[in-house]
């Protein structure tokens, strides 16, 4: 199992779980409430009973009471265990109670006369019992819930304890059933997961490796008009993205840093070969027009997809610190921070690297132009955080050909891309 796959893995099972614990209490509560309820609708169910003996609710004296009696007696002892019958007004007319239902009254919530319009019932803990108590308003048809109320009826059933686990017992075999269908459900996305992750993974390599070879046709394309830039572009975005990292850099900024430092040069393309190539140093009129590259960069890389992100290196990259630089003479935190970043790797490389027009320079002497030019061309923090790595790149890059820089930033490349 690769790491990919033991990380889906994990989250498919934590999600799993999650959803069981959390499904399991809900379902156990449902299934509980749904047993509370069909006992209340056999109570109603029980109560309509009364109706036969709807007369006494009416009669008053003794012979009222005698019939409301014989209606709880009839009542009581069979889903209840204290049986209240009360007239419209709300006054009691007849009471029975088991010897269940004697062992809770003293405990049960006293309440006024009644004067509720639906059935309703309250889920009481008395000790260790588990009572129900329901209230029922009399009509002479209970399915007509508009109808004259006649009467009250209020019944109090202890719940026996084979009942509350067999309650109990219907409750957990759903929530295990829940839990159980949660895990099982994470199983059988496992693979389907995986196998569209890998395909996902396959076509965003596939977009990646033509993103790479569009940047790397770009970067051949400029090293044809000037051979001193092949291996120049590999080093520099491998460079820039080292101190990047040092600076925390991550995803699309560390992404369009690397895209832009490799094409910062794209611009010269469109300059004539007379002044691109002339061996000697370039006259003011000359100068103006190799410096148009960046204008000519710009127009190149923008509206290019994934390649926009390179605009702020390939726009800015001759800017300096202090405003001296071109072509916007921008200064400061006005230079985009991967620009800034770039600057110090691409004059860094510069003076180490072999130019047919000079040798390479020693570190030291490298070193002491970046101290002295920092403040004015460079960034202070980004060569806070260059000083820590420079022995080491010089080190690495030393006698560096073409392939082995393109071998470095291709290594940088593969981990910032395809995060």
Not at 230 to 243: D, E, K, S
Request: hydrophobic content about 45%; proline content about 3%.
């Amino acid at each position: 199992m690769n790491p990919f796959q033991k990380r889906t893995a994990i989250r498919i099972a934590a999600v799993s779980i999650v959803l069981a614990s959390v499904a399991s209490p809900i379902a156990w509560f449902v299934e509980r409430e749904g047993a509370e309820e069909s006992i209340v609708k056999l109570a109603i169910e029980e109560s309509d009973q009364l109706m036969h003996f709807h007369d006494a609710i009416g009669l008053s004296g003794e012979e009222g009471i005698e019939r409301a009696m014989q209606a709880a007696k009839t009542i009581s002892g069979g889903l209840f265990d204290i049986a209240e019958i009360y007239d419209k007004s709300g006054t009691k007319l007849a009471e029975a109670i088991t010897a269940e239902g004697e062992t809770v009254e003293s405990a049960l919530p006293s309440h006024g006369r009644p004067n509720y319009s639906s059935a309703s019932y309250e889920n009481i803990r008395v000790a260790d019992r588990w009572v129900l108590r329901v209230f029922v308003p009399l009509r002479t048809d209970s399915a007509d819930t508009t109808g004259p109320i006649l009467g009250y009826f209020e019944g109090v059933r202890v719940v026996p304890e084979w009942q509350r686990q067999q309650i109990l017992d219907s409750s957990l075999a759903v929530a295990l059933m829940v839990s159980l269908a949660s895990l099982l459900c994470g199983a059988a996305l496992y693979p389907v997961v995986v196998h569209l992750s890998s395909d996902n993974e396959r076509k965003a390599r596939e977009v990646l490796d033509s993103h790479i070879s569009m940047m790397e046709a770009l970067g051949r394309a400029i090293a044809k008009r000037d051979s001193d830039t092949g291996a120049h572009n590999y080093r520099v975005a491998w460079i820039a993205a080292r101190i990047a990292e040092r600076l925390g850099m991550t995803g699309s900024a560390m992404q369009a840093l690397i895209a832009g430092s490799f094409l910062h040069d794209v611009g010269k393309i469109g300059i004539p070969d007379a002044i691109l190539l002339k061996p000697g140093r370039l006259d003011d009129g000359e100068m103006t027009i190799m410096r148009t590259h960046v204008a000519l960069g710009e127009e190149i890389v923008t509206g290019m997809g994934w390649l926009d992100g390179a605009h702020a290196v390939v726009a800015a990259h001759h800017e300096k610190w202090d405003g001296s630089g071109y072509p916007r003479r921008i200064k400061g935190e006005e230079i985009p921070l991967a620009a800034r970043i770039f600057a110090v790797a691409d004059v860094f490389d510069a003076l180490c690297s072999k130019r047919p027009y000079k040798a390479p320079m020693k570190f030291d002497e490298v070193m002491a132009i970046l101290e002295r030019d920092t403040g004015s061309h460079f960034d202070h923090t980004v060569m806070a955080e260059f000083r820590v790595i420079a022995a080491a790149i010089f080190d690495q890059l030393a006698d560096c050909d073409e392939a082995e820089a393109r071998r470095l930033l291709e290594e940088r490349v593969r981990r910032h891309f395809e995060m």
